[in-house]
């Protein structure tokens, strides 16, 4: 969070401008572009996250202008010209203004956010609405559809919007009610709120997370697996021996020796059970293979 604020300072300090926020070059500040793009239209909501609702509302009600000018918001806006950018005049169903009046609901429940939800279901309904689908308008100038819908029309934008419209919904859960779950390694709370959504809005529970196994549970798990995989190599090369023509005494091994390797094989296993909400899966990193062979942090 720090790290964030720190960045914000910055944003607010280069890139405001009369509550819209501009491209600017890199290294100096200066403008570069005076445009509003409409992928920037999830600001609003994530300064509602950290308190910043004032400002907010008044970068948000500038974009709602323009979803008014056009029934949507094109890719690219000219601030100064008040109009769409050149080849840049498309609306694809995107989710991110949507999904700042959800934000910003939930915080003011101000019913202007409710008026711009129900403007875009009007709009979507009327200019976008084919007989298989939802199309993506390929210039909002006239209205002309494009022979495509984008996935995240459904996963996104449609789901921000019944949010919006349903406050009491369990996404919203403020911490007041809970569930309680015994796994094997202790007690976990779960859907108690503060849902995190990635970024195709699927809602991820943050404290189911620490239902998962410990990091080194699941290493001895990657372990175990590694340690079957090749147990397993080796026998089939010693059945492969055994059927071909050598003697049996040159591959034979002392009874003890093989039952001391068992042992010693026994006492460095650990069983793998699952309970319900264990995490059995290896780390990224551990996942990586190269011609089948599965690949330790620490080799």
Same mark, same amino acid.
């Given at each position: 969070?720090?790290?964030?604020?720190?960045?914000?300072?910055?944003?607010?300090?280069?890139?405001?401008?009369?509550?819209?926020?501009?491209?600017?070059?890199?290294?100096?500040?200066?403008?570069?572009?005076?445009?509003?793009?409409?992928?920037?239209?999830?600001?609003?909501?994530?300064?509602?996250?950290?308190?910043?609702?004032?400002? =907010?509302?008044?970068?948000?009600?500038?974009?709602?202008?323009?979803?008014?000018?056009?029934?949507?918001?094109?890719?690219?806006?000219?601030?100064?010209?008040?109009?769409?950018?050149?080849?840049?005049?498309?609306? +694809?169903?995107?989710?991110?203004?949507?999904?700042?009046?959800?934000?910003?609901?939930?915080?003011?429940?101000? +019913?202007?956010?409710?008026?711009?939800?129900?403007?875009?279901?009007?709009?979507?309904?009327?200019?976008?609405?084919?007989?298989?689908?939802?199309?993506?308008?390929?210039?909002?100038?006239?209205?002309?559809?494009?022979?495509?819908?984008?996935?995240?029309?459904?996963?996104?934008?449609?789901?921000?919007?019944?949010?919006?419209?349903?406050?009491?919904?369990?996404?919203?859960?403020?911490?007041?009610?809970?569930?309680?779950?015994?796994?094997?390694?202790?007690?976990?709370?779960?859907?108690?709120?503060?849902?995190?959504?990635?970024?195709?809005?699927? +809602?991820?529970? +943050?404290?189911?997370?620490?239902?998962?196994?410990?990091?080194?549970?699941?290493?001895?798990?990657?372990?175990?697996?590694?340690?079957?995989?090749?147990?397993?190599?080796?026998?089939?090369?010693?059945?492969?021996?055994?059927?071909?023509?050598?003697?049996?005494?040159?591959? =034979?091994?002392?009874?003890?020796?093989?039952?001391?390797?068992?042992?010693?094989?026994?006492?460095?296993?650990?069983?793998?059970?699952?309970?319900?909400?264990?995490?059995?899966?290896?780390?990224?990193?551990?996942?990586?293979?190269?011609?089948?062979?599965?690949?330790?942090?620490?080799?």
């Amino acid at each position: 969070m720090s790290m964030f604020l720190e960045y914000n300072k910055a944003i607010k300090n280069y890139t405001k401008f009369d509550d819209w926020y501009l491209w600017v070059q890199m290294f100096k500040g200066t403008v570069s572009m005076p445009v509003f793009q409409s992928l920037e239209a999830y600001w609003p909501g994530l300064q509602s996250l950290i308190g910043d609702v004032d400002n =907010a509302m008044r970068t948000f009600l500038n974009y709602y202008t323009v979803w008014k000018q056009f029934g949507g918001l094109p890719e690219f806006y000219n601030i100064p010209q008040g109009y769409t950018v050149d080849k840049r005049e498309g609306y +694809p169903l995107r989710p991110e203004l949507i999904e700042s009046a959800m934000y910003l609901y939930r915080a003011t429940r101000d +019913p202007t956010l409710l008026e711009l939800g129900r403007d875009a279901v009007e709009s979507i309904e009327k200019i976008s609405k084919v007989d298989c689908g939802f199309a993506t308008i390929k210039d909002l100038r006239d209205h002309r559809l494009d022979n495509r819908m984008e996935s995240f029309f459904l996963a996104e934008t449609v789901k921000y919007l019944y949010l919006l419209f349903d406050p009491d919904n369990f996404i919203h859960n403020d911490g007041s009610d809970f569930d309680v779950v015994v796994t094997p390694y202790g007690e976990c709370v779960l859907n108690a709120g503060g849902y995190i959504f990635n970024t195709e809005a699927h +809602p991820i529970d +943050p404290a189911a997370l620490h239902c998962c196994r410990k990091r080194k549970e699941e290493q001895w798990e990657v372990e175990d697996l590694m340690r079957e995989f090749y147990s397993r190599k080796k026998t089939k090369k010693f059945t492969l021996k055994r059927a071909s023509d050598h003697a049996e005494g040159e591959h =034979a091994k002392d009874p003890k020796d093989a039952s001391s390797e068992k042992a010693g094989e026994k006492r460095n296993s650990k069983k793998s059970s699952h309970s319900l909400l264990s995490c059995p899966s290896q780390s990224f990193n551990s996942k990586l293979a190269v011609l089948g062979q599965v690949f330790l942090d620490n080799t």
